[in-house]
């Protein structure tokens, strides 16, 4: 009877528990969808082709994002050419060359610090480096290379682990064949490793578009149209600090809810991509 009974306890006691974590996960998943439908219901009709397709203007008494997005873009290309052969050629050494375990190890202990760190804290280091020592001024620039420090963590670690999938046999084949280890790596290795290439590429443009801390003192707020070598030194707001500036200095919410909406198709076409991208990898 007692051992009934305790059995009998520790069921409802598990079903209990196994209630209570559906019911947190149902209320997250509900949380979740609400602010997604929200952010949709009042952004998506304020998306408008002279928002898209115009710039702020007093004078024409017109507000539009088309620098916004421009500056994005900038600084998505700025900050990927640097990063991506700092990046990848990390990886690269770590899984193919480096022999001392040690130096390894610590290497990726200050990769994962990197990647724990908060975002207003690299924008505040940008600004001290970058902006004042440097003196590259408020701009693309100083806003790409502080966005470099936040995204390398991602573009070493997704690249050592596509490496490390890549079979040893097929290493131990082109070695035997008579190719040099750097031939090795670049006609054997890297091909078959491109797809975690690709993915850590993708969440780091993730990581790009929806930064906004570290931008407001390396990028600036401006809202001008400005070319892409003007843009470099001059203030250029990128689509999540305009949202931030429309929200909460200018009031204007419809503009800012219909930028989150871009954000947010944005983030859902990275994230699609990123998933394809290791869908094929685990392919393989």
């Known amino acids: 009877m007692k051992k009934s009974a305790l059995s009998t306890r520790r069921k409802v006691y598990d079903h209990g528990l196994r209630g209570l974590l559906y019911l947190c996960g149902g209320i997250t998943a509900a949380l979740l969808v609400f602010i997604i439908g929200y952010i949709f ?28 997005i421009l500056n994005t873009l900038y600084i998505i290309v700025v900050s ?13 050494y770590l899984t193919e060359y480096a022999k ?9 202990f200050a990769t994962e610090t990197l990647s724990g760190i908060p975002s207003i804290l690299f924008g505040l280091v940008g600004m001290l480096v970058f902006v004042q020592f440097f003196d590259f001024k408020t701009g693309i620039l100083a806003g790409g290379l502080t966005l470099v420090l936040m995204i390398l963590p991602t573009i070493v670690r997704t690249t050592q682990e ?61 809202l001008v149209l400005n070319g892409f070598f003007t843009s470099l030194h001059s203030s250029s707001a990128t689509l999540t600090v305009a949202l931030y500036v429309y929200a909460s200095e200018r ?9 989150a909406a871009i954000l947010m198709v944005l983030t859902f076409l990275l994230n699609g991509a990123a998933a394809w991208a290791g869908s094929k990898l685990k392919q393989k």
């Open 41 to 68: 219901y009042r952004g998506l009709g304020n998306i408008t082709w002279p928002l898209l397709s115009q710039q702020t203007s007093y004078r024409n008494d017109t507000i539009g994002i088309l620098p916004n």
């Open 80 to 92: 990927m050419v640097i990063v991506l052969p700092l990046g990848v050629g990390a990886a690269v």
């Open 100 to 108: 001392n375990r040690k130096l390894v190890a610590v290497i990726e």
């Open 162 to 222: 596509s490496l490390k999938t890549v079979p040893d046999s097929y290493r131990e084949g082109a070695l035997g064949l008579g190719a040099g280890k750097w031939h090795m790596v670049r006609t054997v290795v890297l091909p078959n490793a491109v797809d975690g290439i690709v993915t850590g590429c993708i969440l780091a443009v993730g990581r790009i578009v929806g930064e906004s801390a570290a931008l407001l003192f390396t990028a600036g707020f401006g």
């Open 251 to 259: 009031g204007e919410m419809d503009v800012a809810f219909a930028i």
